[in-house]
Each structure stands twice: as structure tokens, then as C-alpha cells.
């Protein structure tokens, strides 16, 4: 990920020192959204000379003998990168997008995220850049699987310890009872947090994969269910609960656009942006692995289910380990595709089929 761009620093510099426009805006730009340490000291000066009441020139700079000559002479010799107001939004972005890596890498507690989000305009330009990979810490490198894939088909792909998983389909494919089928597959706890059906229909459904009659659902006892609208803080309030009593190790969330923020005055990317966020904070914190559904925009109805399907697929895509998006085959009822987008373990694959047995619920190797 770029973290800065030289000449737009040096363009904005001499913006700021050449033109009247720029003069007026030095008392209320910061010297911390310059990356380089001397483009910081520059502006630094600018504002020093601007608050005892001087309009500062590249003059007045170049008899500071404490600043950077050959930086000066670089930001003199700006004309044709940027215009000033250009290379303001450039460096404000990359300013933005630093700050939210820095956060994430220094923190294992999201509870500020959201405030720091607050602070930073919410443009197109700006958005774009807060959307920094995760840069996982040493700690997590060597992660833990718990439990694979139970399809032949799916290359050793595992639930991993600090990895965020989307499943993402259109209403009605079955991506609520392929998550039902892969709960039932793991051999330790597992939550599921449902925003769209009771436990009582989660429970009827798994019973009838299992094959079980409801007396019998003690056999299911190692799936623990949640079918309140929790906000994304109740959420993760809930998840450590969880984990910490339960030994929980895979979560999954039905469905990710379900999840509401305590500040509903968010837009709604600024909203997805946070929750993704903090959803992959949290695997990473805890050592878990959560798998969140999600809702494919219906551009999917007409061609192969692509990442861009993903309704706010800017924050999913960048935060998330692994991509799978699944799709009815329109050539077999009983058929169920899925296809891996993204796998930052290894290997993506285009299109494999499943058995997806209508009245059980049972998803299987063809």
C-alpha cells in the first residue's frame, strides 16, 4: 500500500508558499499529514511565520538555515505535478489512510475506530483511502486451523485463527444453510448470530440435516445460537462472551449488512467500513475465525457472482481473507456453485459444484 507521495508533498508546499489561495489555508493544515520529516519541519515554519502575522514566501523559508535545502529547491521547481488543490486531496488521503493502519497496528481495541473515523471527511477521495489490508501482527502469523472444508473439492481450505471469511450469495441461493451444513461440520463450539431467522428455525433446519428429530437436538448442543438484532457492539460484546466461556472458536455472522451501528448518523460505507473492520480486528484479537454472510447486489442474477457483487465490496474485499460467493446452477435445481474470489492462504478456484439436497438442507461432494 502506498503511505506517501513525494512530489504531491513538495507540489502542496509550494501551493501553500506561491499563491494567496494557499496562504490563507497554512493555519488550518497540520504539519503530521506531510510524511517526510523535512516537509514537516517546512510546513512547521510556514505556520510559525503565518501566526506572527507574516504572508510567508519561498524567501522567507530559504533564510531558515534549519530547513532542508535541497527539499526547498524541490518544492521551488514545482509547476506541473499537481495543482495545489490536487495535491491537497492526495496528501490529505494518504494522511487519512496512514492513521487508520497505524491505529489498527497499535491497537487490539476497535472501540476507537469509529471516533477516529468521525474526524476524517467523508469524500470519495477519503474513503478510497481508508481502505488499508490488515498487516497482521507477529503474533498471528502462526495461526491455527480448526477444522477443515468437509468437500474434497476445496483444497485444504480451513477455518484459521485471526481470518475473516465471506460467503456471499443472492436471497434464496442457500448461503444460510451452506453455513448451517459447514457449523455442523466442526468438531469444537461454534456461535451462530442470526439477523434473519429465530433459533427455533436455525434449530429445525439443523435437525434436519443431521437428520435428527428435535427431541434429539442435545446432538447440537456444540452450536450455540444468538437470533437478536445486536448492534455491531452488542455483537462483539457477545463474541467475547462466547469465546471466553464457551471456547469458541468459529463465528458466524447472517448477514453482514444486517448489522447496525449505535451512531445510525454514519453513511452507509462509512457503517460496512467499520463493521468490516472490526470484525477482522476482533478474529485477530481473540484467535478466532468468523465468517460473515453477505448480500450480492443483483448485477449476480445476470453473470457469475464477482467480488464488485459484493454490496460495499470496496471494505469486504480489503479486509477479508477469503472470498466465496455461490450461485444456483442453472442447469441443475439440485446444484449449488461455489466460487472462491479471494484466498490470501492460497489458491483461488473458479467454479465448483455441490449436491444441495432441497428438502434436507444437505450439502454435499457431487
Not at 463450539?189 to 436455525?202: N, P, Q, R
Request: hydrophobic share 40%.
Amino acid at each position: 500500500m502506498k503511505t506517501f507521495d513525494e512530489l504531491a508533498e513538495f507540489e502542496l508546499l509550494s501551493f501553500l508558499a506561491k499563491s494567496p489561495e494557499g496562504l490563507s489555508l497554512i493555519n488550518q493544515l497540520s504539519p503530521d499529514m506531510f510524511y517526510l520529516p523535512q516537509c514537516k519541519e517546512i510546513m512547521k515554519a510556514l505556520k510559525s511565520l503565518r501566526s506572527n502575522g507574516f504572508d510567508p514566501s519561498l524567501a522567507d523559508l530559504f533564510e531558515n538555515d534549519a530547513l532542508d535545502r535541497t527539499t526547498l529547491s524541490m518544492i521551488s521547481a514545482c509547476s506541473s505535478y499537481l495543482d495545489g488543490k490536487e495535491a491537497l486531496k492526495k496528501v490529505q488521503s494518504l494522511w487519512a489512510s496512514r492513521r487508520i493502519v497505524d491505529f489498527i497496528n497499535s491497537s487490539t481495541d476497535i472501540s476507537g475506530l469509529q471516533d477516529l473515523l468521525n474526524t476524517i471527511s467523508d469524500s470519495d477521495q477519503q474513503v478510497q483511502a481508508i481502505r488499508p489490508s490488515m498487516i497482521e501482527n507477529e503474533r498471528f502469523k502462526k495461526s491455527k486451523h480448526f477444522g477443515f472444508f468437509p468437500y474434497r473439492s476445496f483444497q485444504d481450505l480451513s477455518f484459521r485463527s485471526g481470518e475473516l471469511f465471506i460467503i456471499g450469495a443472492r436471497p434464496g441461493v442457500g448461503k444460510t444453510t451452506w453455513m448451517l451444513n459447514l457449523a455442523l461440520s466442526l468438531q469444537g463450539s461454534s456461535l451462530i448470530v442470526s439477523y434473519e431467522m429465530s433459533a427455533e428455525d436455525l434449530v429445525k433446519k439443523m435437525c434436519n440435516i443431521k437428520a435428527i428429530d428435535l427431541d434429539e437436538r442435545a446432538y447440537l448442543d456444540h452450536v450455540f445460537l444468538i437470533d437478536k438484532p445486536l448492534s455491531l457492539e452488542s455483537l462483539l460484546s457477545s463474541i467475547r462472551y462466547h469465546v471466553k466461556t464457551n471456547q469458541t472458536h468459529v463465528v458466524f455472522v447472517d448477514y453482514i449488512q444486517l448489522i447496525s451501528l449505535n451512531k445510525s448518523s454514519e453513511s452507509y460505507r462509512i457503517a460496512m467500513l467499520i463493521i468490516s473492520r472490526s470484525l477482522k480486528a476482533l478474529a485477530l484479537d481473540l484467535g478466532i475465525c468468523i465468517v460473515a454472510l453477505a448480500q450480492l447486489k443483483r448485477e449476480a442474477d445476470e453473470m457469475s457472482p464477482q467480488l464488485s457483487h459484493l454490496k460495499e465490496s470496496s471494505s469486504f474485499e480489503a479486509d477479508s481473507d477469503v472470498v466465496l460467493l455461490l450461485e444456483k446452477s442453472p442447469e441443475n435445481m439440485n446444484s449449488l456453485i461455489v466460487y472462491c474470489r479471494k484466498n490470501r492462504r492460497g489458491p483461488i478456484f473458479n467454479k465448483i459444484n455441490l449436491n444441495f439436497e432441497k428438502f434436507s438442507g444437505v450439502i454435499s461432494d457431487v
